[in-house]
């Protein structure tokens, strides 16, 4: 199993560019999320899916899209980067068990954006 | 909502020496808890889970957690520290009984000298 992929795993965009980071998982999980990590912030929600055709806003979500049209893939849109968004992404999924969420998250590796 | 403090922004500690690591939450009943370890460079890795039960959660690497209901708390603990377990470590939250989102606390990163 290969878990939860991103991609890619650095990238450098320019202001105002747009641009799709990828995440895929093979656990069959219902539920995928988008979370962003910044130096003394912890991680912090951007959006979140609880199976395909459903998403959902976290706590920060200006500036980012997500769909999900599979269960496998949920990717975040950039639709005009700024400097604000640079920083660490990461997705993670979650297994919904016997209709209950008591499930951890399992994480991708990250993808380290810098906005120019 | 859910919302969880870790008070120690960073700790060091000798190799050999023991450790604990705070976490407090504010939710209005029991939560699910997690503690996350994140080396360098790299995604994180599930330590430790609390759903319900006994309030001594054993976990990986030798960690263990203890839920106290009374002081809103799930610390984090290990015996005797080596050398790799310098990282940063997350604690999080989930609501039972919904399609909740984890939240998590900003994180304790762990020197180890030796």
């Known amino acids: 199993n290969a878990g939860v992929t991103q991609t890619p795993k650095f990238q450098v965009l320019k202001t105002g560019q747009s641009m799709t980071l990828q995440c895929a998982q093979d656990m069959n999980h219902e539920y995928m999320s988008w979370y962003r990590q910044d130096p003394g912030m912890g991680l912090r929600l951007i959006h979140y899916?609880?199976?395909?055709?459903?998403?959902d806003q976290g706590e920060v979500p200006n500036g980012y899209n997500v769909s999900r049209s599979t269960t496998e893939d949920f990717p975040l849109r950039l639709l005009s980067a700024a400097p604000s968004q640079t920083s660490v992404y990461f997705c993670?999924?979650?297994?919904?068990?016997?209709?209950?969420?008591?499930?951890?998250?399992?994480f991708g590796q990250g993808t380290r954006l810098t906005v120019v | 909502a859910q919302s969880v403090t870790q008070p120690d922004i960073h700790i060091t500690v000798s190799e050999g020496a023991s450790l604990e690591l705070r976490c407090n939450y504010s939710y209005g009943a029991t939560p699910y808890l997690f503690w996350y370890v994140q080396s360098p460079g790299q995604g994180l890795q599930l330590l430790l889970k609390?759903?319900?039960?006994?309030?001594l959660v054993q976990g990986i690497k030798g960690f263990e957690a203890e839920f106290k209901r009374s002081q809103s708390s799930f610390n984090l603990r290990k015996p005797s520290v080596h050398w790799s377990d310098a990282a940063e470590y997350f604690c999080a939250v989930g609501a039972p009984g919904t399609a909740s989102k984890l939240t998590f606390g900003t994180g304790t990163r762990l020197q180890v000298t030796l």
């Open positions: 899916s609880v199976g395909a055709g459903i998403t």
């Open positions: 609390y759903f319900s039960g006994d309030t």
């Open positions: 993670a999924s979650r297994l919904r068990a016997a209709g209950q969420w008591n499930t951890e998250a399992f």
